[in-house]
């Protein structure tokens, strides 16, 4: 007996299954911006200032504010961790996707890489910019910082990039475990990236929860736009799955 695995849900109960789980997407999109709105409406009131120095001090030896609590590689694991959302290495991994887009010939959907990219970086600028939050100056940094502190854009853009290329590479792949694990390790790579900059200093943890809230909004929305496209025939769909035969 043979089994066909339908992906959109064939029949009338799947079709309403699959509007309810597109709703779903949208009802998360609009929560994290949402949240993004109200976090930033409590950052400019200074409602929320001490909790974030309680937090910085946390972090620090109370006898020397230079020290980071645990042990003595913490700084410079801290430190290479955070450069995984700097713009060098952000640059160098989506050229690297696109390189992989081009050799699987899906040109449409590299179009749409760049175009989520390029205008999540473009966002945070302008966010940043908007706001003009001063950096935390209640510890010492252990790296230098110019730009206004909210949102953090090293977890905002790594947010934007490693988590909408991790779902658009997932729309590539029909596995899945490739799947889960592709989008599983974006997620940690953006929650260590976010934690670094409290740890060094630069960013309150407020500005973090800046980051992760739009970027988060940002990929899922560009995740949704790649499932429409993909269902409207406008950008590359994944090799349909092999039929399992049971007998």
């Known amino acids: 007996m043979k089994r066909i695995h339908y992906r959109y849900f064939p029949g009338a109960k799947g079709i309403l299954r699959y509007d309810i789980f597109y709703l779903l997407i949208l009802f998360l999109i609009f929560l994290f911006l949402w949240s993004f709105l109200g976090l930033s409406d409590l950052v400019e009131r200074g409602r929320i200032q001490k909790f974030d120095e309680w937090v910085l001090s946390s972090v620090r030896h109370f006898d020397d504010p230079t020290q980071l609590r645990g042990p003595d590689w913490m700084k410079d694991f801290m430190r290479d961790i955070t450069a995984l959302g700097g713009l060098p290495i952000l640059t160098l991994i989506t050229l690297g996707v696109i390189g992989y887009l081009i050799l699987q010939k899906s040109y449409r959907s590299l179009w749409l890489v760049l175009i989520a990219t390029v205008s999540g970086f473009l966002m945070s600028l302008m966010l940043k910019f908007y706001f003009i939050r001063t950096r935390p100056d209640i510890v010492p940094h252990l790296m230098t910082e110019t730009t206004p502190s909210f949102p953090s854009g090293h977890s905002m853009m790594s947010a934007v990039v490693y988590l909408t290329l991790a779902a658009l590479l997932t729309r590539l792949e029909v596995s899945n475990k490739v799947r889960m694990y592709t989008i599983s ?39 949704y736009l790649a499932r429409y496209l993909q269902q409207r025939g406008a950008i590359e769909a994944p090799e349909p799955e092999p039929e399992s035969v049971t007998s």
Do not use: E
């Open 185 to 223: 390790l974006a997620i940690l790579v953006v929650f260590l990236i976010g934690i670094s900059r409290v740890f060094l200093g630069v960013h309150y943890p407020t500005d973090i929860l800046g980051g992760w809230t739009f970027g988060l909004g940002w990929a899922m929305l560009c995740w």
